[in-house]
């Protein structure tokens, strides 16, 4: 590896927490860089009532997380790119790059469940299991797979498949809210998987030619390569860290 010692904070996308990060966390931190791995409300391990969720709490608690630290590298996977956008418009100064990993990033005023609907090619938003309540969802088991997984063999499979939560409902129709002068001030990079069965890679393109992303990193991977390609996810992380 070999760049300039760097603090990541990584947030999990839809149905994922903390846990996903494990294998890149441990490649960052024996090159010497400190990494966060902070947990949203009502994801992952946290035990936040999913029905008090929105996008602004979500972008507030990655704000508290990267506070004090020093030009971090905020990494969004999917899902978290609107919560990373959002974080930037609310508190752009300490933020060092926005990372999108295969990530949603919209312009102000759209919504990701919008955008999603919109990939024709993408397996999920025809697979979401809303809960009863209305405030979760699941997703269908037969796709979870081929949706997130294709690279990865059975005990990650297996691994990946008994951690995975429900999704809150309300960020996903929530807007984004962003301005040329916050959010548009923080440098943006985008790492795009060509074989993602999620956020397709001409979704993903179409998203960067609408907001563009300097540098761009493209992965030969499946939508989760941080347990199917963690090498290369971080070698590309540390590429993009010499950017700063």
């Given amino acids: 590896m070999g760049a300039p010692a760097r603090t990541f904070v990584l947030i999990a996308g839809a149905w994922h927490g903390a846990w996903c ?45 990267v506070s004090a630290e020093d030009t971090p590298v905020l990494v969004g996977h999917s899902r978290a790119g609107i919560v990373i956008s959002r974080a930037a418009e609310l508190a752009p100064e300490p933020i060092g790059m926005l990372v999108y990993l295969s990530a949603y990033l919209l312009p102000s005023g759209q919504n990701m469940a919008a955008e999603a609907r919109g990939d024709a090619a993408s397996l999920v938003p025809a697979n979401m299991v809303p809960a009863a309540s209305g405030v979760t969802c699941t997703l269908n088991p037969a796709i979870v797979r081929e949706a997130f997984y294709g690279d990865c063999d059975e005990e990650t499979l297996a691994f990946a498949n ?4 429900p999704e809150p409902l309300k960020p996903l129709v929530s807007p984004v809210r962003v301005t040329d002068a916050r959010f548009g001030s923080v440098q943006r990079a985008y790492i795009e998987c060509t074989r993602d069965r999620t956020v397709s890679l001409a979704a993903q393109r179409r998203m960067q030619a609408a907001l563009p992303c300097n540098p761009v990193i493209t ?6 390569p941080f347990l199917s390609h963690p090498r290369e996810l971080a070698a590309a992380l540390e590429v993009l860290s010499g950017r700063l």
Avoid: I, M
């Fill in 21 to 65: 990060w494990g294998r890149v966390v441990r490649l960052l931190e024996a090159a010497g860089h400190r990494v966060l791995t902070p947990e949203l409300p009502g994801t992952g391990g946290d035990t936040t009532d999913p029905a008090r969720v929105t996008l602004e709490t979500w972008a507030r608690h990655v704000v508290d997380a």
């Fill in 162 to 165: 008994a951690r995975l939560a």
């Fill in 219 to 224: 992965l030969e991977s499946d939508h989760s």
